[in-house]
């Protein structure tokens, strides 16, 4: 009766044993192995998470892995020379630790990445829109070369629109750097990825780039007068500080990244100029708004002096030739200097030229840092009004000495007593 | 007859030299590696281990197992060194397992210990101090010296 269950048995017990056998032994070097390539896989776990749950999951099996190898520490120490097993568990739970960390930050700044991309969407319909409405200007410029007070009106409509461009533009660019914080240099791979990502689709640099080449546009669509310059020179500063501020930006997170920009496209800008659109955006095409804005620059000074110098030689007054700060004070000393030598009427040059159009017009431009500023400003008038008043000195002298004959005559007249009658 | 002068001063010249003549032992060095080392045998049949610093020609060891100086090409050896500081060297379809002692420049066999009549499977070595155990799939582990199988004979 229990014969057949007593021959199973027996068969169970022999089929059975090589596989107890077998897993009784094991090599000392497959505990090793067995070891190394479970904390390697973790490893690479850990580093690949990209969520606080998978990190509290990894978390477990660190500790499954540490009691699962605790009883043969004494082999390990010695078999992983020059670690130990303690070392290299330490080393698994302080990455786990750092990628928290990281995963922590990126998941908040998730977050605000999510809210600002609404932001960034609305500004950049609104430079789209901007796009257009700045070349309807652009025509309305061309139309109204001979209506004088329509062309003002439009150049300060043009004005005012490349400036609220530049203030969308920066908006958006501080849209997509907000959610990254300041130490852009220590950004993950994760990060760098998805600012490049937005900063791609978002076409930021072409942007920029288009931005500074509409400016540079408009200073070679019409004329402009002296008042036009002071804003301009004031939006080209704050222009160029923002693209400092930018490409210092884009210079650490790409010198951080230290990555090959392969997998490059090419978008051409308005202009024709091309720009590269790469993975992340490179110093080159830094460099090339770099080298766009110093044209800008240039342009603008050039212009500027230009026009000044046109103010004087429509009114026949021959300056010595200049082109930049320096050379227009120079010119101007050496031109009082003559006026001084040869006793010429200064009246043209000081009353109509210098007080009715340069003190009137420029001066808002001349006195901005980088032109000649306040103080060499302020010399320059003092010179010119001395030159005025030296003349002024003399007719009033003139006129004083005039008066005092005049006074002198009449006090002999009505003063001198009439001789009286001689008496009979 | 020599003069016990003569003598007395053989002696002591004997008694001071000899000691300068034995060499310096450290006792109680152990050799053994924590874990066996397999090597692939390469191209030009030799087999280097870089963590210990060792290499060696196993085509004499394969013509001695295998009568066939190439039979080995390719394939993984186990090697291990107990704390005596002999090399215990086996493999796959090996029927033995070699023990060599160091010398200046060579590996002399000690021992050639049979451990299986048709050839090991996947064997692997462990030490096991003062032993060397080997294990082999689908076979009990047995314990090994420099110069016999203490424990697990067939």
Known sequence: ?424 | MVPARLLIAIIAVIALTLPSCSSLTLEKADFGWPVESPLKVSATNTVEDVRYAVAFPVAPLAMAEFADSSALLGSTLRVIRNHEGFYFVTGPRFKHVYIFAPRAGALVQSAALEVSTTGLASPAFNLRPPYIELVDAGSNPRLLTSSDIVEGKK
């Open chain 1, 1 to 424: 009766m229990h014969r057949p269950i007593l021959s199973a048995l027996v068969l169970a017990l022999v089929f059975s044993s090589p596989a107890l056998t077998a897993s009784a032994q094991e090599s000392d070097f497959a505990t090793k192995r067995n070891f190394e390539s479970r904390a390697t896989a973790l490893t690479a776990r850990i580093d690949a998470a990209i969520t606080t749950a998978q990190l509290d999951s990894l978390k477990n099996e660190i500790d499954v892995l540490e009691l699962d190898f605790e009883q043969h520490t004494a082999f390990l120490d010695k078999a992983l020379y020059p670690e130990t097993f303690q070392s290299r568990m330490k080393g698994i739970r302080d990455l786990h630790a750092r990628t928290r960390v990281r995963v922590g930050t990126i998941q908040s700044q998730g977050t605000r990445i999510a809210e600002m991309e609404g932001a960034i969407q609305t500004l950049t319909y609104r430079l789209d829109t901007l796009s257009a409405q700045r070349d309807r200007l652009y025509a309305e410029l061309v139309q109204n070369k001979t209506n004088t007070m329509a062309l003002r009106e439009t150049l300060r409509r043009l004005q005012n629109m490349l400036q609220t461009q530049d203030k969308l533009m920066f908006a958006l660019v501080d849209s997509i750097f907000m959610p990254y914080g300041k130490d852009l240099a220590t950004m993950s791979d994760v990060q760098r990825d998805a600012l490049s990502t937005t900063m791609i689709s978002n076409n930021l640099i072409t942007r920029v780039y288009n931005i500074a080449a509409d400016n540079m546009h408009f200073l070679g669509a019409t004329e402009l007068q002296g008042k036009d310059f002071a804003p301009l020179l004031d939006h080209y500063r704050q222009f160029e500080g923002r693209w400092r501020g930018l490409s210092e930006k884009i210079r650490a997170v790409s010198i951080a990244a230290q990555s090959p920009h392969a997998d490059s496209a090419l978008s051409r800008s308005r202009g024709g100029t091309i720009i590269q659109a790469s993975r992340f955006p490179t110093v080159a095409q830094t460099l090339q708004v770099d080298s766009l804005l110093g044209e800008w620059n240039t342009r603008l000074r050039m212009n500027f002096w230009s026009a000044i110098e046109r103010e004087f030689s429509s009114r026949q007054i021959q300056l010595t030739p200049f082109s930049d700060a320096p050379g227009f004070s120079a010119s101007i000393r050496t031109y009082v200097q003559s006026l001084h030598n040869s006793g010429d009427d200064p009246t043209l040059f000081v009353e109509e030229v210098w007080k009715g159009r340069i003190d009137k017009e420029w001066r808002d431009g001349l006195t901005r840092e980088g032109m000649l500023g306040k103080e060499e400003y302020a010399a320059l008038d003092k010179l010119v009004s001395e030159l005025a008043r030296t003349r002024i000195d003399m007719k009033f002298v003139l006129y004083i000495g005039i008066t005092g004959v005049v006074v002198l005559v009449l006090w002999w007249l009505l003063a001198r007593k009439p001789k009286a009658p001689a008496k009979a």
